[in-house]
């Protein structure tokens, strides 16, 4: 029972009772649903349809082993092109802040995302039923698979402003509320923006796999095109747009425009070490950026930002084996569409108990600290899939644990750790983000923290040079498995013992 305002006591509704019981047996769990608010919904939304873009996956990688001529290593090169779009959001953040298209910088915004994606969607269904005959579908994968990297971009950058404007600086009697207050209020946002994101993995994880084995390849991307929708949907659920607005910054927006040439430049000119300039020229440009934008900041704010950003980009710069344990699993262990797809829901699942359970910890406790446990764990946790290539599933097959089993509860304990990462330097992010410029500044540090991925597509791509794989010969995995393993346990390690203190 509660109290009403003259002092009777009320019912108290089934739903709160609930809440109540759960709060008071463990506080944490009920803390992402007490700390939503209503204001945060249209870019919860924005997240939810990137996640749920993972409705082609499956189709789209048997389609790439099925009908593509693509090397492993080739892949992992297109990898590195298809991530190059994140390192320049700095670019599209300018736009954000000061080019209000049709009096919106938002709305608008959103809505030209989703028209990318869709774009990318058609172009993709186009190349697999072969009614694009304008180019090789080789090429039309990059174009189609472009051009929703592109849409996913500028809604991103969209949803990472309003992520710092939704939390309000000031109490109702326009005073100054208290940093912890704030900080923890943005981390929520932070958190929930992780849990909408996985929510969407999760709604087509299944879905993606059953629809891959049911439906030919072109129905499949036919059918993305509602996952734009869902984010254009969300527009009309904004209240307000923001007010703050200033002049364009040309260094930002002239040199964003400039380098995403010069980009264009080296990738159509066929020069040699074409992604490793790129990458360099990324660097060198965001670096300089962020220079310009964090002269506001103070001293001692720039060199935590700096250290912690350091450290998180070495946790995000480590290599993946590539496509071909993917090729080796389907050939060998004759895993299939919709046990990918089932894999892909446990791991979803996972990754937003883990998220829900821990966001205490992912909103208060240091990034070092979280990214130290997270590097361990990922190191033991790469073990299961380098015993599946030497045979441990044939020992393990007489506990009744075979490779299913195996790679079942490998992808489930490792799913979290990609969202667990960002969570910490997303809240500094969004704390420190200066008024008129949170796109901007959001976007640069993104640009930063995706060019480590870059890093790591590079990585990739060299180990995949060293170690060839082929589809159906794997002789090579084994290597590729171990030294993939150790580098990712020792960059991010090394990075913490030399900048952890200082983060």
């Not at 009772?17 to 700390?35: F, N």
């Not at 060293?466 to 159906?472: E, S, Y």
Request: glycine share 10%; proline share 4%.
């Amino acid at each position: 029972m509660s109290q009403s305002t003259d002092g009777a006591p009320t019912p108290t509704t089934l739903p709160e009772t609930i809440i109540r019981a759960v709060t008071a047996w463990s506080p944490g769990l009920m803390r992402p649903i007490l700390g939503f608010r209503r204001q945060y919904l249209p870019l919860l939304m924005v997240y939810f349809a990137y996640g749920a873009l993972g409705i082609i996956d499956v189709s789209r990688d048997m389609w790439v082993k099925e009908s593509l001529a693509l090397t492993a290593a080739e892949l992992a090169g297109i990898g590195v092109w298809l991530s190059l779009p994140w390192t320049v959001k700095m670019m599209f953040g300018q736009l954000v802040d000061s080019v209000p298209i049709f009096g919106s910088q938002r709305r608008s915004y959103i809505l030209i995302g989703a028209v990318f994606s869709a774009a990318g969607m058609l172009t993709l269904a186009g190349a697999a039923g072969g009614w694009l005959p304008f180019s090789r579908a080789d090429n039309l994968y990059v174009l189609g698979a472009m051009l929703i990297v592109v849409g996913a971009v500028i809604q991103d950058v969209v949803a990472d402003a309003m992520s710092t404007e939704v939390v309000s600086r000031v109490d109702p009697a326009g005073n100054a509320r208290p940093e912890d207050e704030v900080r923890a209020e943005l981390g929520m946002v932070q958190v929930l923006g992780r849990l909408a994101l996985g929510i969407g993995i999760l709604a087509v994880a299944g879905l993606s796999g059953w629809l891959a084995q049911i439906f030919g390849r072109e129905t499949v991307f036919l059918l993305g095109l509602f996952i734009p929708a869902i984010s254009a949907l969300g527009v009309l659920l904004i209240q307000s747009e923001t007010s703050e607005r200033r002049p364009i910054d040309w260094r930002i927006l002239g040199g964003g425009v400039g380098f995403g040439l010069i980009v264009l430049a080296v990738a159509l000119g066929g020069l040699p070490f074409a992604q490793e300039v790129v990458f360099l020229l990324s660097m060198l440009a965001i670096c300089t950026m962020l220079f310009f934008v964090t002269r506001e900041l103070e001293a001692k704010t720039r060199r935590a930002i700096l250290f912690a950003s350091i450290t998180i980009f070495a946790f995000r710069a480590t290599p993946s084996v590539g496509d071909g344990y993917f090729w080796w699993t389907l050939d060998v262990l004759k895993f299939d569409e919709t046990f990918y797809g089932s894999l892909r829901q446990t791991a979803a699942i996972i990754a937003i108990a883990a998220m829900w359970t821990f966001s205490k910890q992912l909103t208060e406790y240091s990034v070092t600290r979280v990214l130290f446990w997270l590097a361990v764990a990922g190191a033991v946790l790469s073990l299961p899939n380098i015993g599946l290539f030497f045979g441990i599933h044939h020992w393990t097959e007489k506990f009744g644990f075979g490779a299913r089993a195996i790679a079942v509860i490998d992808a489930a304990a490792a799913s979290p750790f990609a969202q667990l990462s960002m969570i910490p330097l997303l809240t500094l992010i969004a704390f420190y983000a200066p008024e008129g410029r949170r796109a901007t500044w959001f976007a640069l540090m993104a640009s930063l923290m995706n060019l480590a991925l870059v890093a790591g597509q590079l990585q990739t791509k060299y180990l995949n040079h060293i170690f060839v794989i082929q589809r159906g010969e794997y002789s090579e995995l084994g290597p590729l498995l171990i030294t993939a393993a150790v580098l990712g346990f020792i960059l991010p390690i090394g990075a913490i013992l030399l900048f952890g203190r200082r983060a």
